[in-house]
């Protein structure tokens, strides 16, 4: 408890002394006031906004309680709690996310935006807006969930993204909430790859709200405990089972289902596993990785920083390795 208060203590001491500074010196004309208009703006004003489509919103809790419901009905794992350790962790992955995703989006999605809009607007398709609404629409979706299986792609592909990748692919009981399990390196990853070809091709508000009201809800019920592939539309959607071959830590199952919304871009690129009635048991071959214990409040809040900064730190520690062999 010592300990925390120490955190605590020094925490609000740099806070202060950033408070103070910014008041009396005002670098480059940049005062206190200043300073908590853009906290306002790029934080405050997003998280109201962020936590009002979500804990505000009724596709939460249908999505949530029909996965429960199946994990209840025909779970993978029996003896997985409902509300385990990694679900109550996961949850508190979910309001980190919340707030990690208003940073981004707010600060460097909109600073893409600009540089777009100054400097390369030329590339906007302009006569895309004179097609039919329902080709616009479908053509969006399809561009949409095929920017996410290669946004996926590559993380897996390119070693340092794989490593930040790897907390998602942490959780050894897989759940409702484990889609919240991201570090923010990757919203950075996932924006660039996914706004700049929405600028190009001029993919209207109403197409991305629709997709992403589907394409989030959904995905958090194929991370369920769920023993179920869907029958027949395994071969068009994400399945629980599918998923969870993505998530295997079996050798033969590396690198496999990619997709977010639609299992066809897997299907076309040859990375879709053909068993659909396995369920192997998830996680990461990584003993040293900061995984959550028994759940102790104040420890479970600190448990995703602690996650976020082993990549970081791993990472550090090999370009270390690499100019102390080089030299």
């Not at 053509?139 to 290669?150: A, R, S």
């Not at 027949?232 to 199952?253: D, K, M």
């Not at 068993?275 to 420890?299: N, R």
């Not at 990549?311 to 030299?327: M, Y």
């Amino acid at each position: 408890m010592i300990k925390w208060l120490k955190y605590i203590f020094w925490t609000g001491m740099t806070l202060g002394g950033v408070y103070i500074f910014l008041k009396f010196v005002r670098p480059f004309g940049f005062g206190a006031w200043d300073a908590y208009t853009v906290f306002q703006k790029c934080v405050i004003w997003p998280l109201q906004s962020i936590f009002q489509k979500t804990l505000l919103a009724p596709y939460i809790y249908l999505a949530l309680g029909f996965t429960l419901l199946l994990e209840c009905l025909i779970p993978v794992n029996p003896k997985q709690k409902l509300f385990s350790d990694s679900f109550f962790q996961d949850f508190v992955w979910f309001f980190y996310e919340t707030i990690l995703n208003a940073i981004v989006i707010t600060v460097y999605v909109d600073s893409l935006r600009w540089v777009y809009t100054t400097y390369f607007s030329f590339l906007t398709i302009k006569n895309m807006s004179l097609w039919p609404y329902w080709v616009r629409f479908a053509l969006g979706v399809l561009l949409l969930d095929f920017l996410y299986w290669l946004q996926h792609y590559i993380n897996h592909k390119v070693y340092w993204f794989w490593e930040f990748h790897t907390i998602h692919h942490s959780q050894k009981e897989i759940n409702f909430f484990t889609d919240f399990r991201y570090h923010i390196f990757e919203y950075i990853v996932r924006q660039t790859i996914l706004v700049i070809p929405f600028l190009i091709f001029a993919i209207h508000t109403p197409t991305v709200v629709v997709f992403s009201i589907v394409s989030t809800w959904y995905t958090r019920f194929y991370h369920g405990n769920v023993r179920t592939n869907l029958g027949p539309l395994r071969y068009v959607l994400v399945t629980p089972q599918s998923h969870r071959i993505h998530h295997s830590r079996l050798i033969q199952h590396k690198d496999q289902n990619f997709g977010s919304l639609f299992c066809i871009w897997d299907q076309i690129f040859k990375t879709q596993y053909q068993g659909y009635s396995e369920y192997p048991e998830t996680g990461i071959e990584d003993a040293a990785f900061p995984h959550e214990q028994k759940i102790q409040l104040l420890k479970s809040l600190f448990m995703p920083l602690m996650q976020m900064a082993y990549p970081v730190v791993k990472l550090t520690h090999k370009v270390q390795d690499f100019w102390r062999n080089k030299g």
